[in-house]
């Protein structure tokens, strides 16, 4: 076993993944990655994602180059605008209320291109365009919307495989439920890292670590102390490895913590789901993400969001710490018979999630006061009060049509009627049985404080110079400053790439073997899809057994 390495990576999800990877593209001939959990955890949260990548893009022809799943005659019925950086940027300040530093934020929007092609043409990352969950079909046509199209195929499993794939042929090891003890450091620069397996600290040495360990969802007790007390309650999404071990080391070299750490990215969430750990199999599918389409209420029957404020990949990452702040953290997802058809299966299927079906709203009603419903009335009210509205609404705008694809202006909001809070786009009456209702909770996923870092090179700064800590580097969900309270889905794959990318160039600098690479890197995968001998050497997984 070899304890001296070119670059160490903590943590083994997408974005340690990409740090690895690119490390060894850009000449390191030894690089290991560190992961706390055993080997069936591996992906971190990645693997819990749909595998959706927002990148900047020119439309349709400029994804078909790096996309699996579109025949040309698909193409020809496919209508994708182009998401320019100005979009991209302009989003994330948006949602982040002018918050998030805008240099790093700019320096991962200007990469994001580039980046989702090198993961495409070197890491052989299966993208497809996400008809599932970004398009509608609208006159024959697929219309995606909301500024993001790509994915994955499996979704996160199918972006971990693919990355485990890639990391075997480039020679990367991985040592399981091997957590990281501490960072070596002399004379202020990082020097290698303190692991500890089979039961002992074991000094390993290098030129440079990258801190890819995620951030701290995972932990109760950090979830109440940064978020609330009301978030020791929150189901965890993804992997319950992420307690906040890396920022604990970072600090002790004296790192500075920069970011939103009292926001996260929360979703709506299967009620039945598990508690503290996402489940490896259903994995996303116990997101909820179909409110939109209908309306969202507490157990005492009142809505609480505006469900048609914006796009779903706006505000599903906001929308769960609404649901948590809600009596009991809970809600009711409702339906009319008219929309049922447009939830997605992955997401709503029988045999994913509980459904409460009734031919009326009174039935319905019934149903719910034997799942937490405590005010059948208030809920009643509230549907009649919702439908009236709409009614009017559509009475004064007879020409405007329902168009899921866009902010298509069908609200609750009338000259004769308004309610105190609208529904502002897709506003339809629940009004036609069978209606459905679910029960949703919060969903945390990642948390948005995190470290400093040089937007062009990933180099943790110090807390006391601002300068760059020499052979320290972080990328993924530890990475502070890039989103503030809200989140454009998407955006963490493609910042996790990213700014791996950059950690990994520079490891190899500092090891002195940092190569020139082509556009889209030196190592040659072969064709996309080729399962030949493409690599280095074979990937050492190695557990606590050994």
Not at 27 to 39: D, F, M, N, R
Not at 535 to 546: H, M
Request: glycine share 12%.
């Amino acid at each position: 076993m070899s304890t001296h390495y070119d670059c160490i990576v903590v943590g083994s999800g997408h974005a340690g993944c990409s740090a690895a990877l690119a490390a060894v593209e850009a000449g390191c001939t030894s690089v290991l990655i560190v992961e706390k959990a055993p080997h069936d955890w591996v992906g971190g949260n990645g693997y819990f994602t749909a595998g959706a990548h927002r990148t900047v893009h020119g439309g349709l022809q400029d994804l078909l180059t790096i996309v699996r799943n579109v025949t040309p005659e698909q193409a020809s019925k496919i209508d994708i605008d182009p998401y320019t950086v100005e979009d991209f940027i302009g989003d994330i300040k948006r949602l982040g209320q002018d918050k998030p530093d805008i240099k790093l934020v700019k320096s991962m929007v200007e990469s994001s291109r580039e980046a989702v092609e090198w993961l495409a043409r070197i890491i052989d990352i299966p993208f497809i365009l996400s008809f599932h969950r970004q398009a509608y079909e609208v006159n024959g046509r697929q219309k995606f919307w909301g500024g993001m199209a790509l994915s994955t195929e499996g979704g996160g499993k199918g972006l971990i495989r693919a990355h485990l794939k890639a990391l075997q042929k480039a020679g990367v090891d991985i040592w399981f439920e091997s957590p990281a003890v501490r960072l070596r450091v002399e004379k202020g620069t990082i020097t290698g890292l303190v692991v500890q397996t089979d039961g002992k600290e074991l000094n390993l040495s290098a030129s440079s670590v990258v801190l890819a360990a995620g951030g701290y969802e995972s932990s109760s007790e950090l979830r109440a102390k940064h978020l609330g007390a009301e978030w020791e309650k929150a189901r965890v999404r993804g992997t319950p490895f992420n307690t906040g071990d890396g920022f604990a080391m970072a600090q002790a070299v004296g790192a500075k913590l920069v970011g939103d750490w009292a926001g996260c990215h929360s979703t709506c969430w299967d009620a039945n789901a598990p508690a503290d750990a996402g489940d490896r199999e259903l994995s996303n599918q116990f997101t909820k993400s179909g409110y939109p389409l209908g309306i969202m209420v507490n157990i005492y029957g009142q809505r609480f969001v505006d469900e048609g404020q914006d796009f779903r990949n706006f505000t599903y990452a906001k929308f769960g710490r609404q649901i948590l702040l809600q009596p009991e953290g809970c809600a009711f997802q409702v339906w009319g018979a008219d929309m049922v058809p447009f939830l997605r299966k992955e997401e709503y299927g029988d045999e994913i999630v509980e459904k409460i079906f009734a031919w009326n709203i009174e039935e319905l009603a019934d149903k719910l006061l034997e799942k937490g419903l405590k005010d059948k009335e208030c809920f009643l009210k509230t549907v009649r009060n919702y439908n009236a509205a709409v009614q009017n609404y559509r009475a004064e705008h007879p020409t405007i049509g329902w168009d899921p694809t866009v902010k298509d202006g069908l609200s609750t909001q009338s000259t004769t009627v308004a309610l105190q809070l609208p529904k502002s786009n897709w506003a339809l009456p629940i009004d036609q049985g069978p209606f459905l209702a679910v029960k949703v909770t919060c969903g945390i996923t990642f948390t948005f404080g995190g470290l400093a870092i040089d937007p062009d090179t990933a180099g943790v700064l110090s807390k006391e110079t601002d300068a760059p800590i020499k052979g320290l580097f972080c990328t993924g969900e530890m990475v502070g400053g890039l989103f503030h309270n809200n989140y454009p889905g998407g955006s963490g794959l493609t910042a996790g790439a990213v700014f791996g990318r950059k950690a990994g160039n520079q490891a190899a600098k500092l090891a002195g073997k940092s190569v020139k690479y082509g556009s889209y890197g030196l190592i040659d995968y072969g064709p996309r899809g080729d399962e030949g001998a493409r690599g280095l050497a074979e990937v050492t997984l190695l557990s606590k057994n050994g």
